[in-house]
């Protein structure tokens, strides 16, 4: 089993930034991929970006490409999401997720965390 616990969200102002944080516990060992997905109220849960957990290769989703940089530190098991130039569409629970059973964004993962609420203001 591998845990994970998301910390980072918050409210800011449209245009500003934040950084998630992903701490994975338990059989990290195990991790071969970590991904962001987003839920906004009303709305079905969303592929944000994923990584390789070993070779570190990126994927993201169009509405994020540009602004959003996800990354990993291996050594402390844990995943960031990098938010810039973030808009009030941006406002979700985020959640990490690891192991995919499928195809990185079809949502089909392993493990998943509490999730953490962002809210952009405008």
């Known amino acids: 089993q591998v845990q994970l616990v998301e910390s980072g969200g918050g409210l800011v102002q449209a245009g500003e930034s934040l950084r998630l944080s992903c701490a994975a516990s338990?059989?990290?060992?195990?991790?071969?991929?970590m991904a962001w997905f987003r839920q906004a109220p009303g709305k079905e849960r969303e592929f944000v970006a994923a990584?390789?957990?070993?070779?570190?290769?990126?994927f993201y989703a169009d509405s994020v490409k540009g602004r959003f940089t996800i990354s990993r530190d291996n050594a402390k098991n844990t995943g960031y999401l990098q938010m810039n130039s973030l808009k009030p569409d941006d406002t979700a629970v985020y959640y990490c997720?690891?192991?995919?059973?499928?195809?990185?964004?079809?949502?089909?993962?392993?493990?998943w965390g509490q999730g953490t609420q962002v809210t952009v203001s405008s």
């Open positions: 338990g059989r990290t060992g195990s991790m071969n991929a």
């Open positions: 997720a690891a192991n995919p059973l499928q195809i990185y964004y079809s949502g089909k993962y392993n493990y």
């Open positions: 990584i390789s957990w070993s070779f570190g290769y990126t």
